[in-house]
């Protein structure tokens, strides 16, 4: 069993992404962004991306930097609260935003990943996220229809892989990860450390190897890895 | 004590032992600081924690361990990781005991405005709406007025809503208020303050039960 | 933070099951299946209840039992194929039993738990199993609504508890348990150890403690709980 | 070689090295005997599976690891658990590279009937449906004839349908036969057998490419 091997290179890996690709991209601020992925992402200059990530990282980081490139036709997210730059492109119209509340859009891709067409949710139903929206009534109540996201590449970041791409992720940089692992047809995961094939309790393994094909291994963790100096407290 | 402060003091004495709490963006910091240490109580962030402790000391922060701000805090014994779909089944599922929000305007039949104002601010929708419709309790912390001074709790809101009939309890420098049935309710007055005061910054009819045994905070 | 402390007695957490409560009760198979609870909740006679479990057990089984006592007005389940008890039963008109995929109902108990309204999904489209549901396009493809599942009583089986109520399962006795888990107004665990709060690494917990208000220490693994001979090999 | 031990050993050539794959209900034990046992592929079980193995040897059965039709496996290195909501996930999602069903009638355009019998045989759904609408390759594997030798391979299904066009392959003990567009498609005939008691045996047009190069099994 221990024959697969799904280990390959940042730059082989970014290679999958083709111009005008779907891209989901893990990550809730710096914990759990694929910032390898996305530096081979940005080298090879794929444009007319579009991006589907929680928010799009702060200025000059992560995918911040494919959008300020220009190689982002669309991005998909759920707020841009800490990246004005983003937020300045937007309403420049140098990029389209889709917004979603934060838990639809998880619960959107996870759908996908799943093999639903979509959910049902009263999310927004009193609000202009609204508009355009089928309606259902479901037992007397009216909620909307939220379809399915997928995507032709997820680009995910956990802490440990086997060969195998069983995934085990920490603390807060899990969060959209798992999902997007399920959702994109090409599964890419970068990993801080690989370790042998079993040598993770299957009980304790967060993202099975099924959803998982290919594993780029961490060489150093570059500085944006690191705790954002910006948002520690100074006392 | 600064305004920030004086709310978010008055915030944390909302929050009961046991109970599931999520505070928002900002406030978590500061009324963490008016819990008593040794409250249980299981704190919620949206990227994914329960169990969420006060701000890291300087030089303890850990890279992988952030709050949905995007502050460094510690976490409590007992506390969990888990996924972002899991996070937000915890808000619309229906466990958290309360949220806190702040706002750009409130209603006086609870509607919530805080999330765009359209051609000037518009950094996407984040976790509010979740927690503003699905939170058993939703406790808006805000300042009574705008920097300008004009009232951010109206008759009726001018900005598009986070979501309808949302607000339970009001919580501003000046006053605690209640959205009911029959209206907005004034419960208590900030010692700095007075119901007069209260009721004329307040853009909508503030019902006083009896302005004589106001309790005050 | 300590002393928050959800261990009860099995008497204490089957009494929350009233006359005519929906039930969801973990388990596939055996393993998973909280035999102690359904012990617990037979013995107080409690009448006309709906429950909600992937199989019924196997006669003279976990929920079986309470199937032939005749507590059971309606069972919610995917399949029967392992209990010709009470398959008959269903046949006689005894009790009503609704099918749905196995995959599909999870998804109604997790929607349920998420606090959804429902999925969207193709399955069965071409079946006998689709009359009656409402039917919705999504992008040009016809699915079918499948209502969100709630319940008023969780009973749930895990290999471990701290204090709060966070859960770790083992294995297969996982299955339906951590969704069950967060669909009902009342979720009882019942666990083969309790350790003390901390002493579960907060990445390795399966269920988070807000979901569950009830804990129950097993205190002997009954014969029931153990490998069934009828299913092992005979060399 | 019994007819069952026929059909898996020919079912297990199915697999190809680094596949998922769902072996359904009762054919795992026998068809896991013909894998090479060295081969990496990953056999997932609904209730909760991936990297199942061989049925376990009698007393090392594990009262917390069964297979979702009641039986004690063993699993491989690399196997890991998850609930059902995530084991059927794989399902849906289309991450199985192939599953095996059994049946009661198959259609030459691929329709499946192998849950309900009305008023005779209702035990429930199960995982079937799933398994035969998103496995991304459905083989089936049945006895050609029912017991009563009648044909299970029809023009048309006459009981209730599993899925609609969902089969790609049929093994039974005598033949291999693929459905195609233009039609059911004779590919190999077992040893003991031959294309005439094939397509007697067969209650639909099979279309057989040439005679006398018909591969054997």
Known sequence: MSKI??????????????EGSAVMVGGFGVPGTPFILLDALLEQKTANLTLIKNEANEAGMGISRVIEAGFCRKLVTSHLGLNSKVIGMMNDGQIEVRFHPQGILAEKIRAGGAGLAGILTDIGIDTIISEGKTRVDVN??????????????????????????????EKTARNFNPLMATAAETVIAEVEEIVETGSISPDAIHTPGAFVDHIVEIENLTEEYGVLQSHVIQE | MSYKNKIAKRAAA?????????????????????????????????????GMGRACRNGTEDRNLIDAGGGYPEIV??????????SFAIIRGGRLDAAFLGTLEVSMTGDLANWIIP?????????????????????????HTTRKGEPKILKECTLPLTASACVDRIITELAVMDVTDSGLVLKEVASESSVEEVVRKTGAPLMVPDENSMPSF
Do not use: C, W
């Open chain 1, 5 to 18: 091997d799904k280990t390959t290179t940042p730059a082989a890996a970014a290679g999958l992404v083709k």
């Open chain 1, 140 to 169: 007397g109540v009216t909620v909307m229809v939220e379809e399915a996201l997928h995507a032709d590449v997820a680009l995910i970041h956990a802490a440990k892989a086997d060969r195998m791409g069983n995934l085990v992720y």
């Open chain 2, 14 to 50: 909302e929050i009961m032992p046991g109970q599931v709490i999520n505070l928002g963006i900002g406030l978590p910091t500061l009324a963490m600081g008016y819990l008593p240490s040794d409250m249980p109580v299981m704190i919620h962030s949206e990227n994914g924690i329960l």
């Open chain 2, 77 to 86: 014994t007992g506390a969990s990781f888990f996924d972002s779909a899991a």
């Open chain 2, 119 to 143: 051609g000037k601010f518009s950094p996407g929708i984040g976790g509010g709406m979740e927690l503003a419709q699905k939170a058993r309790r939703l406790i808006i912390t805000t300042t």
